[in-house]
């Protein structure tokens, strides 16, 4: 069965660092999330994007925050200037276009230092 | 008017017992309720979900129910295992996003 990948796994930055996570969405579906989750808290919605552009946003989604498809197949988060709290499980998710239900990538960590 | 409110923080029941977790959101737009259960350092995978032009939906151990009128849903496991044993989200969609409830830990002792 298909399923979205995340890499890396695990990310160890320094603070002010960039970082890009990288994801590899199921391959017929065009809609593609970030989601991240601060350890024992909820899972948060940071972005939605369809047909290479972003269609939603939230507050957390500020400047420092971008998302790009790169190729037919990537879609990557990045973030330009990490900060401490930055630090959370990020889960990229995809949807077909009929159908609602999201699939999650098995998260990557970010530890910011 | 996009949060989820999520009762209890945590259950525990016994292996058998029955599990009941309640949701209450605010958006009227919301139309797609999906219900998530996370393992510790796991992704969240779906479990069961209910559009709004639907009051019920059961598949074997698990049913959800909606009131959209008082815009309540709840998530009912029948039977309980160990296995059970996880963090359980609700969570609505309006438009794009999934807006999460704040997580029920339960715990199923044997």
């Known amino acids: 069965e298909p399923e979205v990948t995340q890499t890396p796994s695990h990310q160890v930055t320094q603070m002010g660092q960039e970082v890009i996570l990288r994801c590899v969405p199921i391959s017929n579906h065009l809609y593609f999330y970030w989601y991240r989750q601060i350890l024992g808290q909820k899972v948060e919605f940071l972005v939605s994007?369809?047909?290479?552009?972003?269609?939603?946003k939230s507050e957390i989604f500020d400047d420092q925050f971008s998302v790009e498809r790169p190729d037919g197949s990537n879609f990557t988060l990045k973030i330009r200037s990490t900060k401490l709290e930055d630090s959370a499980m990020y889960f990229c998710?995809?949807?077909?276009?009929?159908?609602?239900?999201?699939?999650f990538g098995p998260g990557t960590r970010l530890t910011v230092l | 008017g996009e949060n989820v409110e999520q009762h209890p923080s945590t259950l525990s029941v016994q292996e058998g017992d029955s599990a009941v977790i309640k949701c209450t959101y605010s958006?009227?737009?919301?139309?797609?309720f999906p219900w998530y259960k996370q393992e510790l350092g796991k992704r969240p995978q779906l479990i069961i979900d209910i559009r709004s032009n639907v009051g019920e939906k059961k598949d074997q151990r698990i049913a959800v129910t909606l009131n959209k009128t008082a815009k309540h849903f709840s998530l009912h496991i029948t039977e309980t295992q160990p296995e059970d044993s996880a963090v359980y989200f609700c969570?609505?969609?309006?438009?794009?996003?999934?807006?999460f409830g704040t997580g029920t830990r339960l715990l199923v002792s044997p």
């Open positions: 998710a995809s949807r077909v276009t009929s159908g609602n239900e999201q699939f």
């Open positions: 958006d009227s737009a919301s139309n797609y």
């Open positions: 969570a609505h969609r309006g438009f794009q996003k999934l807006v």
């Open positions: 994007f369809y047909n290479n552009e972003i269609s939603e």
